[in-house]
């Protein structure tokens, strides 16, 4: 049986003209880029060199600015570690739905900040909490679970005004939104290859220059991931105009036909400010425990998160004030590059069956919900 994909925040396929981009460099390119006195080096060299350059004009960076990493989590951990070592004991002001690689970083030093029922930080918190002794602040460019995208120009120009340095963890953002350096004041950007159609194992720090930081990350670099990454990341930008509308539309088609489908299903998070790919719903009436194992032949993720083995409910979900049982009775869908109307379609006949049938297992009756009566068929989380 065909399985639909809709899991894009999680990893993405690797788009074939980025595999096209990388083989050379498994095969007859396989030089190291630290032996340049010999062809073979001098050539993965270049090919290093040529990345860089792509990756910092695609956000308006300088190469030099360009670190390569393993991904986003390494990234983040530099980037908090430089802060760590030139500031010992500075305090760190961090967003409650920052994702777990910051969160449990910092942890024990932080001050974090939550976000509204929509899903969106409000700046100005986010300036208070900077109290002083701070001296790192990590916001996120958009949520990797509710999507929604966070006022990073405000919160950047108030770390600039503090001489704060502003740490964004721009992997679920990167590609699918503009973004550039020149215009938003971030001293750290971190993303993945992986969620951009790369490979796994590549990402970026970027480091602005002008604050005189610089960090190093030694090893041999990952030469086709790092080919793979720009290549990845010059499509996304060449093509985001194109791709947001197509994402947008498709997300249309799956909320409405889940709204027409079932009674009960509200959007967590502010549905209009955030990235187009992302829908992440909640289903009244149902034990969410049961629902990822009712889903057959599509792949999304739960609300919960599943590191320790048990469900726990998700920390955004639980930070934007859902309920533990609504953060379990919650999906995230993640469209992407190669989603199709057909597979929107399929996933939503899918959920919607397998939600009725929790519902009838658990004695729902349509028409018994607060979001029927007051808000119609689908409400927003803004109404949590
Ligand atoms: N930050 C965000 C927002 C993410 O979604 C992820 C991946 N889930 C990471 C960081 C970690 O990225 P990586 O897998 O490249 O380490």
Known sequence: MDRVYLDN????????????????????????????????????????????ESVAAAIGAEPREIVFTSGATESNRLAIDAIASS???????????????????????????????????DAGEMAEAMAPGTGLVALMAANNEIGTLQ??????????AKGIALLCDATAAIGRIPFDVRRVPVDFLAFSAHKIYGPKGAGVLYVRSAA????????????????????????CVAERESE????????????????????GV??????????????????????????????????????????????????VLLAIGCSR???????????GRFNTENDVDRAADIVIAAVRNLRDQGGFRRGSLESDRVLGKTSHADSL
Not at 107 to 115: E, F, I, K
Not at 212 to 235: K, M, Q, Y
Not at 279 to 305: K, T, W, Y
Not at 306 to 312: D, L, Q
Request: hydrophobic share 45%; glycine share 12%.
């Open 151 to 160: 006022p990073l120009e405000e919160v950047g120009r108030a770390c600039r």
């Open 266 to 315: 509200a959007v967590n998070g502010e549905l209009e400010r955030r990235l187009p790919g992302n829908l992440n719903v909640r289903f009244d009436g149902i034990d969410g425990r049961a629902l990822p194992v009712m889903l057959e032949g599509i792949a999304v993720s739960s609300g919960a998160a599943c590191s320790t083995g048990a469900a726990e409910p998700s920390h």
């Open 244 to 263: 947001a509308a197509r994402m947008l539309a498709l997300r249309t088609r799956l909320l409405g036909r889940l709204s027409s489908g079932l009674a």
């Open 325 to 335: 049982e609504q953060a379990l009775a919650s999906l995230r869908f993640g469209i």
């Open 9 to 52: 925040h999680a990893t993405t396929r690797v788009d074939p003209r980025v595999i096209d981009a990388m083989l050379p460099y498994f095969g007859e390119r396989f030089g190291n880029p630290s032996s340049r006195a010999h062809p073979f080096g001098q050539e993965a060299a270049d090919a290093v060199e040529a990345a860089r």
């Open 212 to 235: 005189g930081r610089s960090v190093a990350r030694p090893g041999t670099p990952n030469v086709p991931g790092i080919v793979g990454l720009a290549r990845a990341l010059a499509l």
């Open 87 to 121: 500031r010992p004991g500075a305090r760190i002001v961090a967003s409650a739905i920052e994702h777990k690689s910051i969160l449990e970083r910092v942890a024990g030093r932080a001050a974090v900040v939550r976000p509204g029922t929509h899903g969106i930080v």
